[in-house]
């Protein structure tokens, strides 16, 4: 039905930058809210960047100033463009995304998930 599938993910150094896309597939009518979540070990998943249709977006706080999300909606593709990474900052990241298909209702979606890690 719907497929998100994440990419950019992989090692950097502290203070480098990634680039994160996730691209959503499948027999999909609309995307509304699409989201960026991590989780780092043994510790919960945690909502990093969210943007909505229109192009509002939420961050929290520990990457405000760092991360931007944003989307492409003509290929159902939203990105994280992370700068100044930390080595907090290294968890899998997932991409969220609550999206109406042809044969079902609204619903959230998740991708499978790429490795993030920030060491020297």
């Known amino acids: 039905q719907v497929q998100l599938v994440e990419s950019g993910g992989g090692l950097v150094q502290p203070g480098g930058s990634l680039r994160l896309s996730c691209a959503a597939s499948g027999s999909i009518l609309s995307i509304n809210t699409m989201r960026w979540y991590r989780q780092a070990p043994g510790k919960q998943r945690e909502l990093v960047a969210s943007?909505?249709?229109?192009?509002?977006?939420n961050y929290a706080d520990s990457v405000k100033g760092r991360f931007t999300i944003s989307r492409d909606n003509a290929k159902n593709t939203v990105y994280l463009q992370m700068v100044s990474l930390k080595p907090d900052d290294t968890a899998v990241y997932y991409c969220n995304a609550d999206i109406l298909i042809v044969t079902g209702p609204l619903r959230g979606y998740w991708g499978q998930g790429t490795q993030v890690t920030v060491s020297s």
């Open positions: 943007i909505i249709s229109g192009g509002l977006t």
